[in-house]
């Protein structure tokens, strides 16, 4: 029996969808050729490990019985490269990063322009991702830090605390704001722009509201900053986010406006509890932290602060 981890990956991938048409989408290759690889796999072990039909894929007996190797042996292997590229990012000069996008946007440009002249060898790997992307690849140590919002306590995870940030609504000039402070009712009565759910920004909005038992419906739900902006900027609404995210759009045509009594969110830096860092990491953290002190210092009054 000859089966690499490649020919295993593959049995699990198709024993987990039980579709042709899913699983070659997921392994990036065309249905003849992971039919091709199957009978491969089979040919191998010598017995069929799933019955096939035109319209139904199911697994045999002795699929079922290999299946839950086959997982650990996947697992394992999988795990194993993720601690030897840990381990190649702890000897030389080079850390990954995952960041929300706002934060990727406001505090890693001028991270990596310091590293550039204090680490020139240094190699920067950049995820700009929303909060549960970032985390899955900081537990199977695909990146060394994570730059997200706190919003629950997790086990297995360090959280360093670099500022705080309100809540805010972002505007047009022209377009008056019937409130003042943080309000439930007020807010509801607006045409609200938000990101969807399950992004942190969405996240803290959602658990204020359901906390005091309403329900938080936006008139939009964008994903993309950018396009939020423009949104606004055509009259659609009313963008309701985290300062960070907010103050980067912030030109002459765009004000902000902070509302008394609005919920704050903190951000810092997440990493895996009982793991060693390299001296390029820790030094990114430093600077992170030394860093976050200019995002948060008041803006000119021109900006709508």
């Not at 045999?60 to 839950?68: F, K, V, Y």
């Amino acid at each position: 029996m000859n089966l690499s981890p490649r020919h295993l990956h593959i049995f699990v991938t198709l024993a987990d969808s039980l579709s042709f048409h899913k699983a070659a989408d997921q392994l990036h290759m065309t249905q003849p050729t992971l039919s091709k690889l199957v009978r491969t796999i089979e040919e191998s072990v010598g017995v069929r490990l799933f019955e096939r039909s035109t319209r139904h894929v199911s697994l045999t007996r002795d699929g079922q019985a290999l299946l839950e190797l086959a997982r650990k042996v996947v697992a394992s292997y999988q795990a194993g490269l993720n601690n030897f590229e840990q381990m190649v990012r702890l000897r030389n000069q080079r850390v990954a990063i995952a960041a929300l996008p706002t934060l990727a946007a406001t505090l890693l440009p001028r991270l990596i322009r310091t590293l550039g002249k204090t680490h020139p060898q240094a190699q920067v790997q950049v995820f700009d991702l929303i909060a549960n992307e970032a985390m899955e690849l900081l537990y199977d140590r695909k990146v060394d830090i994570v730059l997200a919002a706190r919003e629950n306590t997790v086990d297995g995870l360090r959280f360093t605390k670099l500022f705080v940030e309100p809540f805010v609504l972002m505007h047009r000039p022209d377009v008056a704001v019937p409130l003042k402070r943080w309000d439930i009712e007020g807010l509801a009565a607006l045409p609200i722009i938000s990101m969807p759910e399950g992004t942190s920004t969405r996240a803290g909005v959602d658990q204020y509201f359901s906390e005091r038992g309403a329900t938080f419906t936006p008139a939009f739900a964008l994903r993309d900053l950018n396009t939020i902006s423009q949104f606004v900027r055509a009259g659609c609404g009313m963008a309701l986010l985290p300062l960070s995210a907010a103050r980067p759009f912030i030109k002459e045509d765009l004000r902000i406006l902070k509302l008394k009594g609005a919920p704050n969110r903190q951000i810092g830096i997440f990493t895996l509890k009982g793991h060693s860092h390299s001296k390029l990491t820790l030094q990114v953290m430093r600077d992170l932290v030394d860093m976050s002190a200019a995002l948060t210092r008041p803006h000119d009054t021109a900006a709508g602060l």
